[in-house]
T-cell receptor, first 121, second 113 residues
Framework: NAGVTQTPKFQVLKTGQSMTLQCAQD?????MSWYRQDPGMGLRLIHY???????DQGEVPNGYNVSRSTTEDFPLRLLSAAPSQTSVYFC????????????????????FGPGTRLTVL | GENVEQHPSTLSVQEGDSAVIKCTYS??????FPWYKQELGKGPQLIID?????GEKKDQRIAVTLNKTAKHFSLHITETQPEDSAVYFC????????????FGSGTRLQVQP
């Protein structure tokens, strides 16, 4: 298992450019999410998905779009990059929220990718 | 929404000493409290977690305690080693379909050999 993979590892953009950060997982996790990490602020949730075709906003969604066409992939799109989006971006995935018996799981470990360091000039 | 505060922001200890990191949370509905370790250039990795129906959990040199009444939880590392040097994050979560984690701001732990 490769776990959670992210590409690229580093990216430099100019203000106004657009790009897509890729995230993929091979653990058949239904839940995937994107966080950004800024100095002194921990990780903040951008968008998340509880399954293919379902996405929702997190704490800091402005300026970002996501889609979930497959269980494995969860790309994050920057529509028009701004210097305030300079950050390290982490993708995470976790087990389905329900067991085979239909019971809500209490187990909630999220597995993180290695991150993408983005600089917007 | 949930708010998690973490202290201290930096912590330096001598090898073999203990280290304690403390977090407080605001939402009494939170019931899952993981701790993540992040090494330089890598993503966070879960090291221990605790659920609201448990007051303490231990895994070798690492322990976590939870006080639901006071809404705070702590990470304890005993017999610290240089490889424990990293940034540690606490987090809190409500067990819902959203499954989002609210993170603390992180503690940079440095273990001096």
């Amino acid at each position: 298992n490769a776990g959670v993979t992210q590409t690229p590892k580093f990216q430099v953009l100019k203000t106004g450019q657009s790009m897509t950060l890729q995230c993929a997982q091979d653990m058949n996790h239904e839940y995937m999410s994107w966080y950004r990490q800024d100095p002194g602020m921990g990780l903040r949730l951008i968008h998340y998905s509880v399954g293919a075709g379902i996405t929702d906003q997190g704490e800091v969604p402005n300026g970002y779009n996501v889609s979930r066409s497959t269980t494995e992939d969860f790309p994050l799109r920057l529509l028009s990059a701004a210097p305030s989006q300079t950050s390290v971006y982490f993708c995470a995935s976790s087990d389905p929220p329900f067991s085979r018996e239909g019971l809500m799981r209490s187990y909630n470990e999220q597995f993180f990718g290695p991150g993408t360091r983005l600089t917007v000039l | 929404g949930e708010n998690v505060e973490q202290h201290p922001s930096t912590l330096s200890v001598q090898e073999g000493d203990s280290a304690v990191i403390k977090c407080t949370y605001s939402d009494s509905a939170s019931n899952y409290f993981p701790w993540y370790k992040q090494e330089l250039g890598k993503g966070p990795q879960l090291i221990i977690d605790i659920r609201s129906n448990v007051g303490e959990k231990k895994d070798q040199r690492i322990a976590v305690t939870l006080n639901k009444t006071a809404k705070h939880f702590s990470l304890h590392i005993t017999e610290t080693q240089p490889e424990d040097s990293a940034v540690y994050f606490c987090a809190a979560s409500i067990r819902t379909g959203r499954r989002a984690l609210t993170f603390g701001s992180g503690t940079r732990l440095q273990v001096q050999p």
